[in-house]
Structure formats: C-alpha cells, structure tokens
C-alpha cells in the first residue's frame, strides 16, 4: 500500500511561484505514474499533468502548459510540483496521486495554496 | 480534449435503495481507462472503479461500473449510509485526463 505525504500549506502572493512537494513510501517509487489533480473550493476535480518517474518524463493539461513543472527524485521517493505566475484563481487544494500507467490509484492528503495580495 | 459530462447533478435516495450515476464523454473513450471516484466531505477522493467495470482494492461489491463508447454508468446496489458522498467520473487513456464535474448524492 502505497502512502503519500505532502507538504504543509502555502500562503502565496499573486504572481509568485509555489513548490509542493509528495513523498511516497510503502511502494517502488519508479513503478508507478504521479499526477497532480487541484480542487478550488466547492469546485471539481482538475487534472494538471504527471510524470514517469522512471522515465523522467512530463506531460501536462494545456491549461497549466508553461506554468506548471513536475518533476522527480528517485533518490528521495518525492515528487514535486511547481506552478508560477500565481492568480487567485490557483487558490485551490492540490493533491498528488500516483498509480500504475495513467490511473489515480493512490492519494495525498492535499495541500492548500492559497493566493492573496 | 475529451468533455465529460455527469448527470444527475445531484441525485436524492433513501439508503437501501439503489442509484444509478450516468457518465457520457464527448467522444469514445476507451473502457480500459474510465474511472470512477468518491469524495466524501472534508476527504482525498478515493478510486472505486477503473477500467470500466474493475473494483479497486477494498471496494465493496455493492459498487458496479459498466459502459461503453461515450457512456457509462457507476451503479450502487443497496445504498449504505456512508455511499452519501460526490461522485466523480475521469478518463485516462489519452491526456489530458479530464474528470466530469461530480454528482452529489445526498440523503432523501
């Protein structure tokens, strides 16, 4: 059973970056998939992108092309996303997920960020 | 990029009774990577079903997917008062993986 443990919330001022960070333990790092899925409040599910940590690769939602970067640490077990040029419209709950190909089989317990001037 | 539109947006029953959630995509989407997920208040969504109709680990046999093409349905067969929750349906075969935006069932 994989755990995922993210990091702690964020208060972030437009136009400025915010960098989450998901540790997983419990599973073989480089056998699943890790996405990022954000949830604004009393919104719906978005997913943002995920990465191959076995193979260092990225894909994203258009939406987020350009602003959001996710990346891996094999060494660590941890994963990271980072979004830039924040707006208020970022204020949201984001979690990561990892599972096997593409699937959202387990996930973090989410981190808030929160964007205000 | 592949809409997914949910239907009922809410849906009110009685525990015991049975609910039937609908799910139709814009274009086909392949069974093999349609997913449904739960969310209850104040919690982490939780995967119920993938690849149309596979229950994932721990999931209670009340709970059935099934579909095809660009529809498909979560059925639960006797409601449980904690199945009381949003529901929210995703494909994932091609990105970007999109999610429709949630039926909430609540309690008659």
């Known amino acids: 059973q994989v755990q995922l443990v993210q990091s702690g919330a964020e208060v972030k001022k437009p136009g400025s970056s915010v960098k989450v960070s998901c540790k997983a333990s419990g599973g073989t790092f480089g056998s699943y998939s890790i996405s990022w899925v954000r949830q604004a409040p009393r919104q719906g599910l978005e997913w943002m992108g995920r990465?191959?940590?076995?193979?260092?690769?990225?894909n994203y939602a258009q939406k987020f092309q350009g602003r959001v970067t996710i990346t891996a640490d094999k060494s660590t077990n941890t994963a990271y996303m980072e979004l830039s040029t924040l707006n208020s419209e970022d204020t949201a709950l984001y979690y990561c997920?990892?599972?096997?190909?593409?699937?959202?089989?387990?996930w973090g317990q989410g981190t808030l960020v929160t964007v205000s001037s | 990029e592949i809409v997914l539109t949910q239907s009922p947006g809410t849906l009110s029953l009685s525990p015991g009774e049975r609910a039937t959630l609908s799910c139709r995509a814009s274009?086909?989407?392949?069974?093999?990577?349609l997913a449904w997920f739960q969310q209850r208040p104040g919690q982490a969504p939780r995967l119920l079903i993938y690849g149309g109709s596979s229950r994932a680990t721990g999931i209670p046999d009340r709970f059935s997917g099934s579909g095809s093409g660009t529809d498909f349905i979560l059925t639960i067969s006797r409601l449980e008062p904690e199945d009381f929750a949003v529901y929210y349906c995703?494909?994932?075969?091609?990105?970007?993986?999109?999610f429709g935006q949630g039926t909430k069932l609540e309690i008659k």
């Open positions: 274009e086909s989407v392949s069974s093999s990577y």
């Open positions: 995703q494909h994932y075969g091609t990105s970007p993986y999109t």
């Open positions: 997920v990892c599972g096997y190909n593409a699937r959202l089989d387990y």
């Open positions: 990465i191959l940590p076995i193979l260092d690769v990225a």
